[in-house]
């Protein structure tokens, strides 16, 4: 028998008590969306089902005990800790799901500089264990723009990237261990050892998950040595994408590992660097690690650059200037909020990726259509910010005008067919539509597509580990109807 709406919260206060369980109107609304539908946030109009309540979980035995309830009782579980997803994870899409917080799970847990390890709670905000470790002169190499907001748990459930991963890779190139909890109340820790051949990798089962298969308590991540001496950056100005992805690849190719690639479209690039580069491309590397390594990469890079004559070197000291302001945290979160007020302009971004011989064509193929099916688009453009042996990304960034649009139509008129002519676009040429933020809702249309004969497993793990179906329902797995 489904519970009632106050049924679940006494259940909820019985397990956790009174204090752990928020049914605020304001904060529960709040809690139904995330910033796939920052302007319904702006406007205070909440078109998702409110939840029934917001939990704060301070164990894992918390975590089980509230999953395990809500598994007997068939009801909706939306996993939560930093609250900065983009795609529509934390929408509570069926009524009366339960938001379940992990930000109070904020200890770190272990600092070890021997094995180059650290091991924290799901709760920890990235930037609050990078710091620590700075100080010590060691860092975790995890650096999204999202650094001063996300938390562990998160990151990893996203399989999220950092600005600097050409060298350190991404989240699931830096998880050594992890605890998590599964709908039947299972706590389960795979263990940390630095590789093993003990059948199929198991971590990545939780990695990424989206809270659709369990939840995340406890993350052991890798550390390495901080030294921000050594750090170079270089910066070029360039005429043509297709010029800079066959740069990029060169060296991805012939073996450097840069800790930052990145390269910018025009449109893009007027956005992020109008004091230097107006009407250019803009290729930006950065080296780092041993002072010899480091020097030895930027001079490599410097000389596969000067080939090609279209591209001129800028002074790199605009290039590290640029660096300083890149990540978001809660000031610039408001600044925008007021900026999209005021302005009515609104911006979002959808991120692929692609082999090298198919990302050009990707790229120019979505602006084109873009640019062709959304007339009073005022801004589309892209940039590639992660790039490996085979291949690179590109994140696409578009701004249209919102004026006399209601809160959903935003949705409907612009960011859905934008999404769609993108993930269209990749799908078709053989890339995969999602680089780094996860499936969320809203790409969920297409992941049978993604994933073409191969969603037999990821389709075979939901029935497995979530039989019932209670674990964030709507992400990564479409609702059958
Ligand atoms: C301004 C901005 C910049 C960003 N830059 C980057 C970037 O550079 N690189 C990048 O990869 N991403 C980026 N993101 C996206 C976002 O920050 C990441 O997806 C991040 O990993 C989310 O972490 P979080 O703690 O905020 O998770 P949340 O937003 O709380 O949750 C994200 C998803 O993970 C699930 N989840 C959360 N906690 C758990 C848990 N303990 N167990 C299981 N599932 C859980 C949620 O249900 C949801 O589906 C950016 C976002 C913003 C707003």
């Not at 001129?312 to 809660?330: A, G």
Request: hydrophobic letters at 35%; charged letters at 25%.
């Amino acid at each position: 028998m489904t519970l009632t709406r106050g049924e679940i919260v006494e259940g909820l206060i019985n397990i956790l008590g009174k204090d752990k369980v928020i049914t605020d109107e304001q904060v529960l609304k709040e809690s139904s969306i995330d910033r796939f539908r920052k302007y319904e946030d702006i406007c205070g109009i909440y078109t998702q089902p409110i939840p029934a309540a917001v939990v704060y979980v301070e164990s894992a035995q918390e975590v089980s005990d509230v999953l395990k309830f809500a598994n007997d009782n068939l009801i909706n579980i939306v996993p939560r800790t930093g609250h900065s997803a983009t795609e529509g994870g934390l929408e509570t899409v069926v009524e009366n799901s339960v938001v379940v917080d992990g930000s109070r799970m904020n200890k770190i847990l272990n600092i070890d500089t021997y094995n180059m390890q650290a091991t924290c709670q799901c709760g920890v905000p990235l930037q609050v264990l990078d710091d620590m470790l700075r100080e010590k002169g060691y860092t975790t190499g995890h650096s999204p723009q999202s650094k001063p907001l996300a938390q562990m748990g998160g990151l990893v459930a996203t399989r999220s990237i950092g600005q600097f991963s050409t060298l350190y890779g991404g989240i699931e190139d830096l998880v050594v261990g992890l605890e998590a909890v599964f709908p039947n109340g299972n706590i389960t820790r795979i263990k940390n050892v630095p590789r093993r051949a003990a059948g199929p990798d198991i971590r990545h089962v939780i990695i990424g998950n989206e809270g659709a298969l369990c939840y995340i308590t406890e993350v052991t991540v890798k550390i390495f040595k901080y030294r921000p001496e050594s750090n170079i950056f270089l910066g070029y100005t360039l005429d043509s994408m297709k010029t800079g992805f066959e740069i990029l690849r060169e060296v991805m190719i012939e073996g450097y590992r840069p800790s930052v690639a990145r390269l910018y479209d025009e449109e893009d690039g007027a956005y992020q660097f109008s004091h230097f580069a107006s009407g250019k491309c803009v290729l930006i590397f950065m080296a780092e690690g041993p002072k010899d390594i480091a020097e030895s990469t930027a001079r490599a890079i410097d000389k596969i650059v000067s080939k090609y004559n279209e591209c001129t070197k800028v002074d790199s000291k605009l290039i590290e200037k640029w660096f300083e302001n890149l990540n978001w945290d809660t000031k610039k979160i408001a600044e925008e909020r007021l900026e999209i007020a005021q302005t009515q302009n609104i911006g979002f971004t959808t991120e692929v990726s692609g082999n090298w011989s198919i990302i050009y064509d990707i790229y120019s193929n979505c602006c084109r259509r873009i640019r062709e099916e959304i007339p009073d688009i005022t801004m589309i453009g892209g940039h590639s910010s992660h790039s490996y042996i085979n291949g690179t990304n590109v994140y696409f960034t578009y701004y249209y005008n919102i004026v006399n649009c209601r809160p959903e139509e935003e949705i409907t008129k612009y960011h859905y067919p934008i999404n769609k002519i993108i993930v269209e676009e990749t799908l078709k040429a053989g890339g995969s539509m999602v680089h780094h933020h996860g499936v969320g809702k809203h790409r969920t249309q297409w992941i049978k597509e993604e994933y073409g004969s191969s969603y037999y497993i990821l389709e075979t793990l939901k029935k497995a580990f979530d039989p019932n179906n209670i674990m964030n329902k709507g992400t990564i797995f479409p609702i059958e109807e």
